[in-house]
């Protein structure tokens, strides 16, 4: 089993639709949680981090449910700007250093 | 913001050749970078910690030597990669972050590496 599974989709959406992504994670003792965006062939930025009260960015909104050990990510109002792959990252230890990355959920946002 | 430069952004080589690839923060120090690696529709592997000033952190299933690591100073990591041959084509990225800042790891922008 992967450390970080992801649906890899891809999802079509038009502009202005609300889609959301999943992410499970293997390792129980798991402490830090982020979402990060890669655009095609570039390195991948950090969107913002899950915390376990849920935290919302604008248009983003994060979930984390460590019972179930699975992080979600909300995208409200998509733009033409947000098509790019989503990455589900988990530290087990804690903090930014050693990151596992799910292999990604990519996005198309269409006119 | 802090600012991590990789160099070169793309190498096309012959197999056989060794390839060096550079990771700097240009504005901060770092006792430790990342070293991943990532093939197409992929997710990043992390290989190696690097640490200033001592040996790098492996990890499962990455053979250190062919994958060489220096981490001279607090602000350059070289990754070689040695005799590289088709299978090592990929994308390697490099990561830092302040040293003790807490802060989010900054990526460089990757190399792309093509050995044929």
């Known amino acids: 089993r992967k450390e970080v599974e992801q649906d890899p989709g891809p999802f079509n959406v038009p502009e202005g639709a609300t889609v959301a992504f999943n992410c499970t994670y293997s390792?129980?003792?798991?402490?830090?949680f982020f979402w990060y965006r890669q655009d095609c062939r570039k390195e991948p930025k950090l969107l913002m981090s899950?915390?376990?009260s849920g935290n919302e960015d604008g248009r983003f909104t994060a979930q984390l449910n460590r019972a179930s050990q699975y992080i979600s990510l909300l995208i409200r109002d998509s733009k033409l700007s947000d098509s790019a792959t989503y990455l589900c990252?988990?530290?087990?230890?804690?903090?930014?250093?050693?990151?596992?990355f799910g292999a990604g959920t990519r996005l198309a946002v269409h006119p | 913001g802090a600012v991590v430069s990789q160099h070169p952004s793309w190498v096309i080589c012959k197999s056989g050749t060794s390839v060096k690839i550079e990771c700097r923060s240009l504005?901060?120090?770092?006792?430790?970078m990342f070293w991943y690696r990532q093939f197409p529709k992929q997710s990043l592997m992390l290989m190696a910690t690097?640490?200033?000033?001592?040996?790098?952190?492996?990890e499962q299933g990455v053979e250190k030597d062919k994958f060489l690591i220096n981490h001279a100073s607090l602000t350059l990591s070289t990754l070689t990669v040695t005799s590289a041959h088709p299978e090592d084509s990929s994308f390697y990225i490099c990561?830092?972050?302040?040293?003790?800042?807490?802060?989010?790891?900054?990526f460089g922008d990757g190399t792309r590496l093509s050995i044929l």
């Open positions: 990252v988990v530290n087990p230890s804690g903090g930014y250093n050693k990151l596992i």
């Open positions: 504005d901060f120090q770092a006792t430790t």
């Open positions: 990561s830092a972050s302040p040293q003790g800042s807490g802060q989010p790891q900054h």
């Open positions: 899950v915390y376990s």
């Open positions: 690097s640490n200033e000033g001592s040996k790098a952190t492996y």
């Open positions: 390792n129980s003792a798991s402490q830090s």
